[in-house]
């Protein structure tokens, strides 16, 4: 089993769609967890950090779940710049050698 | 804001030959690593350094090596590169003990092998 897994979509939504994808994580110690958007040949970027009571930025929500060992990403009123893919991160010991990417989520907003 | 800085966009390189990528922070960051992005695969960590002259293996570091001779400098070499080196290369950089922050990348490399 992969240590942090993704469903690869595509994930293809009309424009102003709410979409949510989730990403689960195999150690149950794992310490903090990140959401990342890497758009088409780019390098990926902290979209938001995750924390335990869940937070909110805008039109992004995550959540994150420790007894399902997943987190989650919400996007409500999705523009077409959300097209992305959306890298799941996380830190299994607090070792900065062990911040296992998710292999991401590709999402395309459709006008 | 942060700069991770990659020398070249792109490369291509002949099998066999010495490979050298480098990257360069300018926020005083003791955290740097090199990552290597593939379809399907995600990223994969090669190498990392949490000070000068310090090095650690990654996951995948077979064929390859790394040099911290300078904080703001990680420099990637392919000793004799191969067709399966091929690949985007992303350098990253973060700062010691700030495991709840995230990575700020660089543009990152793609290296193709011929």
């Known amino acids: 089993r992969k240590e942090v897994e993704q469903d690869p979509g595509p994930f293809n939504v009309p424009e102003g769609a709410t979409v949510a994808f989730n990403c689960t994580y195999s150690?149950?110690?794992?310490?903090?967890f990140f959401w990342y958007r890497q758009d088409c040949r780019k390098e990926p970027k902290l979209l938001m950090s995750?924390?335990?009571s869940g937070n909110e930025d805008g039109r992004f929500t995550a959540q994150l779940n420790r007894a399902s060992q997943y987190i989650s990403l919400l996007i409500r009123d999705s523009k077409l710049s959300d097209s992305a893919t959306y890298l799941c991160v996380v830190n299994m010991y607090s070792s900065a050698s062990k911040i296992i990417f998710g292999s991401g989520t590709r999402l395309s907003i459709r006008p | 804001d942060v700069k991770v800085t990659q020398s070249s966009r792109y490369l291509v390189k002949r099998t066999g030959e010495k490979v050298f990528l480098e990257c360069v922070q300018d926020m005083d960051h003791e955290n740097m690593f090199w990552y290597r992005q593939d379809p399907g695969l995600g990223l994969r960590l090669i190498y990392f350094?949490?000070?000068?002259?310090?090095?650690e293996k990654g996951d995948i570091p077979e064929g390859y090596s790394v040099s911290r001779e300078k904080k703001e400098r990680f420099s990637l070499i392919l000793e004799s590169a191969s067709t399966n080196q091929t690949s985007m290369y992303l350098c990253?950089?973060?700062?010691?003990?700030?495991?709840?922050?995230?990575?700020?990348f660089g543009s990152g490399t793609r290296l193709t092998v011929v």
């Open positions: 350094s949490y000070d000068v002259k310090m090095k």
């Open positions: 995750v924390y335990s």
């Open positions: 990253a950089s973060s700062l010691q003990g700030a495991t709840t922050d995230g990575y700020t």
């Open positions: 150690n149950s110690a794992s310490q903090s």
